[in-house]
């Protein structure tokens, strides 16, 4: 079982930053490929990036791309999430999930509480 808590959520103004973190335990962490979800009101959960196990390769939606970078310190056991040029779009609660069986379209098996975003205009 894996156990997955984020940070760093908060109230940032658009075309700021923000950096989320995502602390995991109970497995092997640098054997996982973990990613990063949300989920905005009254939508649908979408996904945002994932990145493989030994951190080689990523993938990201096309809406985050050139903006978020995905990474991870396997020493720490921690996946991070930086985000930069924030929308108000990117408004929602942030996800980290883990393990995941693929980059592209993943379906992960266990899910953080999540952590809020909101980007005002």
């Known amino acids: 079982q894996v156990q997955l808590v984020e940070s760093g959520g908060g109230l940032v103004q658009a075309g700021g930053s923000l950096r989320l973190s995502c602390a995991a335990s109970?497995?092997?962490?640098?054997?996982?490929?973990m990613g990063w979800f949300r989920q905005a009101p009254r939508k649908e959960r979408e996904f945002v990036a994932t990145?493989?196990?030994?951190?080689?390769?990523?993938y990201y939606a096309d809406s985050v791309k050139g903006r978020f970078t995905i990474s991870r310190d396997n020493a720490k056991n921690t996946v991070y999430l930086q985000m930069n040029s924030l929308k108000p779009e990117d408004t929602a609660v942030y996800y980290c999930?883990?393990?995941?069986?693929?980059?592209?379209?993943?379906?992960?098996?266990?899910w953080g509480q999540g952590t809020q975003v909101t980007v005002s205009s």
């Open positions: 990145m493989s196990w030994g951190g080689g390769s990523t």
């Open positions: 109970g497995r092997t962490f640098s054997s996982l490929t």
């Open positions: 999930a883990g393990p995941c069986n693929r980059l592209r379209a993943p379906s992960c098996d266990y």
